[in-house]
């Protein structure tokens, strides 16, 4: 499966010149959201992923997805590993399980995101997982931007990744594109200008 051709289709895995919401520029932006828009793709992808996490042999209950980013790939990943599928969200900030999920005492969870950039709002979920009882088994998410060390991957986990270094993480594919500072960046330098995705309509 190539995933980065099934971006590019899918006009999720941008080229221009983009203000990320770190504040950094960069060549490339992934809207996983747009990869995500054809179901039968998101489902495709879901399998994939799922097939990987089943050849690990690890036992899964359920599935939990920080929204809003990451419940539909959240959701595919659970209705391929036939598990139940459960979200946390903020409220005033804080990351909350709520809308009446129960997370039950020794259950496997799955922590699913559409991108793992340093992870942040993964491990925010899982935290809330973890309080109500439950077990972290695995991270899992589509893409991984490269800061994370993946399943099968020999990159190493860099200094900013926030997930702990001794639970896997599943994705699909590395997109590890440079990222740079706006007094740093070549593009700026070129003389255009970096937009922030969205902005435009898209
Ligand atoms: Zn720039």
């Not at 598990?83 to 709520?98: K, L, N, P, Q």
């Not at 969870?109 to 009882?133: H, R």
């Not at 490269?146 to 926030?162: L, Q």
Request: proline share 3%.
């Amino acid at each position: 499966m190539n995933v980065e051709q099934i971006y590019r289709d899918a006009n999720a895995l941008l080229e221009g010149h983009f203000k990320l919401s770190s504040g950094n520029h960069s060549q490339f932006y992934l809207q996983s959201a747009k990869v995500l828009e054809d179901p039968k793709t998101a489902k495709l992808l879901a399998e994939a992923l799922a097939e990987q996490i089943k050849n690990s042999g690890i036992k899964v209950d359920a599935v939990c997805s920080p929204a809003l980013g990451g419940l539909i790939a959240g959701f595919a990943l659970a209705t391929a590993l036939d598990v139940r599928f459960i979200f946390a969200e903020r409220v005033d900030g804080e990351m909350t399980i709520r809308r009446g999920f129960e997370v039950q005492e020794g259950e496997n969870y799955i922590i699913c995101e559409d991108i793992i950039t340093t992870g942040g709002s993964a491990l925010e979920a899982a935290k809330q997982v973890e309080n109500d009882g439950g077990n972290i088994v695995a991270y899992a998410a589509l893409a991984n931007r490269g800061f994370c060390s993946r399943e099968g991957s020999n990159s190493e986990a860099k200094d900013n990744c926030k997930l702990p270094l001794d639970k896997p993480l599943y994705a699909l594919e590395d997109f590890t594109f440079e990222m740079y500072s706006p007094e740093d960046c070549p593009l700026c330098k070129d003389g255009s200008v970096a937009y922030k995705p969205g902005s435009r309509g898209n």
